[in-house]
């Protein structure tokens, strides 16, 4: 049975110096790519002149994340967005974006060091944001008609269930991650709608 897990409280920044580099941490909630997405397209747009947007985030319970991902951004290979995760993956956290923004100022740090400063700016932050306990999701896989795809929607916003990874096609596919306390009642609102459903492989 899926479990409760912390998750950050809300969005932080807080910037750290290494050798009169700039590294500004940010950490962020997210449920799906798209949140992720966004948060890194709005690093961009805040710090046009920086030299690295790098990042690392994990969706689901910690230990057993349904995905994660991490990207160098131009760093070396393996010396930013390994580190970030490595502190996330640490933190026992689930539903979890880590940005780091770096500004260089012409000192190189080498592979370590660069190692050193973006796990310790992916650390300050994620130390310093507050938690709040996500209830545990299933992931459930709905395949329903084009005219139940506003009411399927409107019973999730109802319920604190999330509807990601949508398609269109003959019918509406979608990944519903619905709260394991409410899965009786997502069920029967899939029955009487003839909503098909099944838990995610």
Not at 63 to 91: C, F, R
Not at 177 to 195: E, G, M, N, Q, S
Request: with cysteine; charged share 25%.
């Amino acid at each position: 049975m899926a479990k409760d897990y912390p998750i950050p409280a809300g969005f932080l920044e807080c910037e750290t110096e290494v050798k009169k580099s700039r590294f500004i941490a940010r950490v962020a909630p997210v449920s799906n790519r798209d949140d992720v997405r966004g948060y890194v397209d709005q690093a961009h747009l805040d710090h046009p002149d920086a030299r690295h947007v790098c990042w690392a985030y994990q969706i689901g319970r910690p230990g057993a994340a349904a995905e994660a991902a991490m990207n160098d951004a131009g760093e070396p290979s393996g010396t930013a967005g390994k580190p970030i995760l490595n502190v996330i993956q640490h933190k026992d956290m689930g539903d979890v974006l880590v940005i780091v923004i770096r500004y260089f100022e012409g000192i190189k740090l080498g592979a370590g060091g660069l190692v050193r400063a973006y796990a310790g700016a992916a650390e300050s932050v994620l130390s310093q944001v507050g938690r709040v306990i996500q209830p545990a999701l299933e992931d459930l896989d709905v395949d329903m008609g084009f005219a139940d795809e506003q009411s399927l929607r409107h019973w999730c916003q109802q319920h604190s269930a999330q509807v990601d990874e949508v398609g269109y096609g003959a019918s509406v596919s979608a990944t519903v991650r619905v709260p394991v306390d409410a899965l009786d009642l997502f069920t029967a609102f899939c029955d009487a709608h003839k909503i098909r459903y099944s838990k995610k492989q």
